[in-house]
């Protein structure tokens, strides 16, 4: 886009040079048009003069209305009239008899003069008028030559048939080559071999169809190197809607090209990388689940062989804790990779009602352990899968649980408009979150504190939270105050299927 701007910017510029050009030669040659225009009248007067003694009094006028039609063409209709006027002048004294006199003129040349200004005037005003359209148009086909050359796109022209008219002066400095070297295909000669037959055969589909024309393909330059270039023609019709001419342009895209298929092998060797990382973690929680549960299973057996102190069942309790933590750990760990592999579809309609119900049964008995008190609003449909928005309800319901001060937990769930937007709500009277920890919270295995009974979270709920969440064309963000609760708030995609019943 700042490429175009800049273009367009040259182009005005070096408009406005071509104006200003045109502008002062245009003032330089007044004087040099009506100067010749006078110069024109006395060399057809001093021509008639010549050949008195051949023609007599007969075609007095012939040589000036020469010299009018001359000075009309050349200079315009301000200088054929003036010649038109000095011709008529000067026809009267020079050649009419009796010459040499503005008197005592006879009737025939009365008749004679009277025609001659009326035929000179409308001769120069009409001719006057087709050189200035005829300038007009050359200075059109002049700037439009100038603005061909300012662009860094090859411009073309072709005839009705299809056969190239034109080529810019790009193409000439790109390829090294003229029109004239080119075959009836024009352009279509310095197009890859491996292209150049789909491209012909779209440009001869086109013609035929009478379509706009569009073809990606490599144009070799003077050095033989091939660019990629973007082709594309549209047709020219006249006011009977017959085609009369194809105008086309050839875009350098080789730059982008190259980019594109760049970030093409980096997009397949990424995801590459993610589907071995996914295994990776798949295959290693596996393969760490059956240590742990070893370690539980034999701490158990060695207590039940010796007798049983407090010591000892403080030190099994411990590693019991610890095997416990590493268990909750990995499968945190494996659900969160998770979230990228599963499938997303097209336009699902879940219930945020259902999701929350789903969440609230599965933590049913945290719920009545910590005599946590829920209040539930009316929640809107999104385009989401449910058993993701179920685990958002659920971490972020659990964490309200989990960091709740010393009051029993009030938790809240509603949704608010916010310019057209739903925005969902989980709100708390817990410990609350400092300020500077806002941001940190959702970032994997990120945590503030330990929570009242001493256990420490995974640090990747509020992470899968903001995972799915913006998975799902949203957004998540937290507003809360130390000692006064904290309030999650999440967007959603709204469902498509929705919005068009809205509409209805």
């Given at each position: ?95 009419l008899p009796p ?274 008190q829920i209040i ?56 609350g979150i400092p ?70």
């Amino acid at each position: 886009m700042c490429g175009e701007v800049f273009a367009n910017k040259n182009i005005d510029r070096e408009t406005l040079i071509f104006d200003n050009l045109r502008i002062m030669q245009w003032n330089q040659n007044i004087l040099l048009r009506y100067s010749l225009a006078v110069i024109g009248i006395v060399v057809a007067i001093i021509v008639r003069l010549s050949l008195s003694h051949f023609v007599g009094d007969h075609i007095p006028f012939l040589f000036v209305l020469c010299a009018v039609v001359a000075a009309s063409w050349f200079g315009g209709r301000g200088p054929g009239l003036l010649s038109a006027v000095l011709g008529g002048v000067a026809t009267w004294y020079f050649v009419l008899p009796p010459s040499l006199t503005f008197s005592r003129i006879t009737d025939a040349g009365t008749s004679q003069l009277t025609a001659f200004m009326i035929i000179s005037g409308l001769v120069a005003l009409l001719t006057g008028s087709l050189r200035k359209a005829n300038d007009a148009i050359q200075e059109r086909e002049a700037r439009l030559e100038f603005m061909a050359a300012a662009m860094p796109e090859i411009l073309f022209t072709a005839d009705a048939s299809g056969q190239m008219e034109s080529l810019s002066e790009k193409f000439h400095e790109f390829t090294g080559k003229r029109i004239g070297e080119l075959s009836p295909e024009g352009w279509c000669d310095v197009v890859h071999p491996e292209e150049k037959a789909a491209a012909v055969n779209d440009w001869k589909t086109a013609v035929s169809q009478k379509i706009a024309f569009r073809r990606t393909c490599r144009l070799a330059d003077k050095n033989g190197i091939y660019r990629w270039f973007q082709c594309r023609a549209v047709p020219i019709h006249d006011k009977r809607r017959n085609i009369v001419r194809w105008f086309g342009v050839c875009a350098d895209i080789d730059d982008h090209k190259v980019l594109e298929e760049r970030l093409a092998e980096q997009k397949e060797a990424l995801s590459r990388s993610n589907e071995d990382l996914q295994r990776f973690a798949f295959a290693a929680s596996h393969d760490l689940q059956e240590p742990l549960r070893t370690i539980a299973i034999f701490s158990e057996m060695l207590i039940r062989k010796r007798p049983e102190t407090v010591e000892s069942s403080y030190l099994v309790a411990q590693i019991k804790r610890g095997v416990q933590r590493m268990q909750d750990l990995i499968q945190s760990s494996l659900d969160f990779a998770r979230i990228n592999t599963d499938e997303v579809a097209s336009d699902p309609l879940a219930s945020l009602d259902d999701c929350l119900s789903d969440a609230l049964w599965s933590l049913q008995a945290r719920i009545d352990e910590a005599h946590a008190q829920i209040i539930k609003h009316p929640l809107p449909h999104v385009a989401a899968q449910p058993v993701l928005i179920s685990r958002v309800f659920q971490n972020l319901i659990d964490n309200a649980i989990k960091f709740r001060s010393e009051r029993w937990p009030l938790i809240e769930i509603k949704a608010t408009k916010r310019e057209d937007v739903d925005v969902i709500s989980v709100s708390d009277n817990g410990l609350g979150i400092p300020p500077e920890f806002a941001q940190r919270i959702f970032e994997p295995f990120q945590r503030i504190s330990d929570n009242n009974d001493g256990s420490r979270g995974t640090g990747l709920g509020l992470a899968s939270v903001r995972r799915i969440v913006e998975r799902n064309g949203g957004r998540v963000w937290v507003e809360s105050e130390p000692g006064c609760g904290s309030t999650f708030f999440f967007t959603l995609e709204p469902s498509k299927s929705l919005i068009h019943t809205r509409q209805s």
